[in-house]
């Protein structure tokens, strides 16, 4: 009776650890789809020509990655610095500018600038005309803006969180964000854009394999122990 109920706890363990490799599998194909399918649409919205801002209908989310131009003036007295970014194996961070236009207010992605030498000396900015300017980027939705800690840099150097800094000084922005491309005036151009992701599927599809191959060990390997006892 102890066999029996010994064998049964093998076959048992031996099930779940089959069930739990073939849950690992799904989850790592559907990673691989849900990459691919992303690839996909970045890959073709970032090829489609620039469009203009009116031009954009229903949902915002459909026209991520894709070109828009804008023609307005950049609000240098608003920038943000995001930390902890890097380029070519230096420490820098991404220069986000507060962006007016027809009545509206956007971040603009302006690019990787270099830290200062140490904590105490400023990095050099890229250089702002505060003129009308025509500007053309990548519209990205602001739940992709790039994770980390934030902080302020004004005038005045006051530093402030970017969630923090619409509320404390007025500002109502849109709830997307665009990478800067290119402007009309070439000064501004970002010495180092924000570049497309890497557009590779990763990869799931041969983790889904993996997790496939070790049920299958599993399976045999009870088989195994059946034949022996």
Avoid at 18 to 24: D, H, K, Q, S, T
Avoid at 170 to 194: C, H, R, W
Wanted: hydrophobic fraction near 40%.
């Amino acid at each position: 009776m102890e066999k029996e109920q010994y064998a049964f706890l093998k076959t048992l363990v031996a099930t779940s650890l089959v069930l739990l490799c073939l849950w690992a599998a799904q989850w790592q194909y559907q990673r691989g789809v849900d990459r691919h399918a992303r690839n996909v649409l970045i890959a073709e919205q970032s090829q489609l020509p620039p469009i203009e801002f009116k031009n954009l209908l229903g949902n915002i989310a459909d026209y991520e990655w894709r070109k828009i131009s804008l023609r307005g003036s950049f609000d240098d007295k608003n920038q943000i610095l995001l930390r902890n970014r890097y380029h070519d194996g230096m420490y820098g961070f991404e220069q986000l500018t507060l962006f007016v236009f027809d009545e509206r207010k956007i971040w603009v992605d302006r690019g990787w600038v270099k830290a200062g030498s140490d904590a105490t000396v400023p990095p050099q900015l890229q250089p702002t005309n505060q003129g009308l300017i025509s500007i053309d980027g990548r519209l990205r939705l602001d739940s992709s803006l790039p994770r980390g800690k934030f902080f302020a840099v004004a005038n005045d150097s006051e530093r402030n969180l970017v969630s923090q800094l619409d509320a404390r000084r007025g500002i109502q922005t849109e709830k997307f964000y665009i990478d800067l491309i290119s402007a009309s005036d070439d000064s501004m151009n970002p010495d180092v854009p924000v570049e497309l992701p890497e557009l590779s599927d990763g990869p799931h599809m041969a983790y889904a394999l993996q997790w496939l191959f070790f049920a299958g060990l599993v399976i045999y390997g009870r088989r195994l122990i059946r034949k022996s006892a």
